[in-house]
């Protein structure tokens, strides 16, 4: 999802607790924009999530390290929130 330009834009609880990302994908930019203030946070923990996207980052790779599932977190170069 992340290759085709999608980013995760909030994390809630839908469905019986169960934890869902909402993705969104912007049509009207760059497919793949620069980064800036990059995070890197464990797939686990949500509420470090929560709290980058509450500041205005958005969600735009997942990769695996020895520890498990990360998921990289930035604000885009020219700042726009709601990219």
């Known amino acids: 999802m992340f290759q085709s330009g999608f980013l995760i834009k909030e994390i809630t609880k839908k469905y019986g607790g169960l934890i869902r990302c909402i993705l969104f994908k912007n049509i009207c930019i760059s497919a793949h924009p620069t980064w800036q203030d990059v995070m890197i946070i464990k797939s686990s923990d949500i509420e470090a999530q929560k ?26 170069q020219t700042g726009d929130k709601q990219m």
């Open 51 to 76: 709290k980058l996207l509450n500041e205005g980052f958005l969600g735009f790779n997942v990769s695996k390290d020895p520890n498990g599932i990360i998921i990289h977190y930035g604000r885009s």
